[in-house]
DNA sequence: GCCCTGACGTGAA
DNA sequence: ATTCACGCCAGGG
């Protein structure tokens, strides 16, 4: 007997803990979600899924950025102006609605622990010892 | 069931 | 840095 009341699928709820998994002052976008929820390429499916889902939920949506460090919402606008408000609440600094993967990307420890730190191409206008 | 849209990604021009 | 085309596929009309 099929239920009464159809729960959502199963990638819905893996793409979700994925999200909730973002640690705090870190973001990630939505193919590196998707793939984290075992559905690699369905980046897509990732922002179905935050439409869906509540902020009641308590999911971290504001940690979810698109591929580049953009903010997929429309510049100026009411979530996009929430988003920036929450990652500056954790010490994600937002320029140009844009943040810097290099920086906070929840991936960018692994990518440093197999090529190390990046070298500097010579780009750095002031160097400065950092924190 | 077809068609269009979309909190996306990637590569090419 | 921008723009375009495509790939992907769940939802809603």
Redesign the pocket.
Known sequence: MKSVRPE??P??HAIRAAIAAIPQGRVA????IARRAGLP????????V????P?ALGLP??R?L???GRI??PPGSK?FRE?VRHLAGEGVLVRGGRVDLAVHGWERDVDHLLWGPPAQTGKRKSARAES
């Open positions: 959502p699928p990638a819905h976008n939505y193919g590196e390429g369905r980046a897509r499916l990732v922002g179905t935050l439409r869906e889902a902020s949506w504001y979810v698109r591929a580049d997929a919402f979530a988003q």
